[in-house]
């Protein structure tokens, strides 16, 4: 079974190298939608694949660094990194070019590891992240898959090649959460005391 949760974010960027000339040379911003799909083949005793409330700590936190930020690829101009910088008190670097197929691949790089590192308190069973979904406009999106978010011919996307400036950092729930992240910490999901006994 699938269940999916939609977030959004409003993000500035360009994307370097693209077809569209607005795109690739002027700074432009999106109303982003991203829908984030986990799998599962059993139910939690709360009889749901995983607590959509559950999806509103870590995981919206990393997704929510992105608005009203702007993103830049790394290996852009140093120039125009520098002045995004200096101007932007919300930045994110990341390893590969914001365009929506980097975006699903990131957030699916991201989450993923969250997952992994959580720590499930409510009988959750085999809970995958399936998918993520980058909408870029009301028209385009793109939809990453495992296959593609580690697939080194799309561009490695590793943890500590992404990085969220300071400000981004100091709104989280939790300002140490990314390195904690890094650091192969676990995060514990909260205890939850059974009303009715099955
Ligand atoms: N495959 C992709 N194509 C394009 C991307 C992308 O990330 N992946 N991004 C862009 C631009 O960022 C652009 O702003 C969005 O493109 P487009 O859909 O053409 O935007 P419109 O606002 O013109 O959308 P309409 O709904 O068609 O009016 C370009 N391509």
Same mark, same amino acid.
């Given at each position: 079974?699938?269940?999916?949760?939609?977030?959004?974010?409003?993000n500035? #960027? @360009?994307?370097?190298? $693209? %077809?569209?000339?607005?795109?690739?040379? %002027?700074?432009h911003? #999106?109303?982003?939608? !991203?829908?984030? /799909?986990?799998?599962?083949?059993?139910?939690?005793? =709360?009889?749901?694949?995983?607590?959509?409330?559950?999806?509103? *700590?870590? @995981?919206?936190?990393?997704?929510?660094?992105?608005? #009203? +930020? @702007? $993103?830049?690829?790394?290996?852009?101009?140093?120039?125009?990194?520098?002045? $995004?910088?200096?101007?932007? +008190?919300?930045?994110?670097?990341?390893?590969?070019?914001?365009?929506?197929? &980097?975006?699903?691949r990131?957030?699916?790089?991201?989450?993923?590891?969250?997952?992994?590192?959580?720590?499930?308190?409510? *009988?959750?069973?085999? !809970?995958? /992240? #399936? %998918? !993520?979904?980058?909408?870029?406009?009301?028209? =385009?999106?793109?939809q +990453?898959?495992?296959?593609?978010?580690?697939?080194?011919?799309?561009?490695?996307?590793?943890?500590?090649? @992404?990085?969220? %400036?300071?400000? !981004?950092?100091?709104?989280? &729930?939790?300002?140490?959460?990314?390195?904690?992240?890094?650091?192969?910490?676990?995060?514990?999901?909260?205890?939850?005391?059974?009303?009715?006994?099955?």
């Amino acid at each position: 079974m699938l269940i999916r949760k939609l977030f959004k974010f409003e993000n500035a #960027h @360009i994307v370097r190298n $693209c %077809s569209s000339d607005r795109c690739r040379r %002027s700074i432009h911003g #999106h109303s982003y939608k !991203v829908e984030v /799909l986990l799998e599962a083949h059993a139910l939690d005793q =709360g009889q749901m694949v995983y607590d959509f409330g559950l999806m509103k *700590g870590t @995981i919206k936190d990393v997704i929510d660094a992105f608005d #009203h +930020a @702007i $993103c830049f690829w790394d290996k852009d101009d140093p120039d125009y990194i520098a002045l $995004c910088k200096t101007f932007s +008190a919300r930045w994110i670097s990341m390893p590969v070019s914001p365009s929506a197929e &980097q975006f699903a691949r990131l957030f699916f790089v991201v989450i993923d590891a969250l997952l992994k590192q959580t720590t499930m308190a409510n *009988g959750e069973g085999d !809970v995958l /992240l #399936h %998918s !993520v979904i980058a909408h870029e406009t009301d028209t =385009g999106y793109a939809q +990453a898959f495992r296959d593609d978010a580690y697939n080194p011919r799309m561009g490695t996307i590793a943890l500590a090649d @992404i990085v969220f %400036s300071e400000q !981004v950092q100091m709104e989280w &729930q939790d300002p140490a959460m990314y390195a904690k992240l890094q650091a192969g910490e676990l995060f514990a999901n909260p205890p939850v005391e059974l009303q009715v006994r099955p």
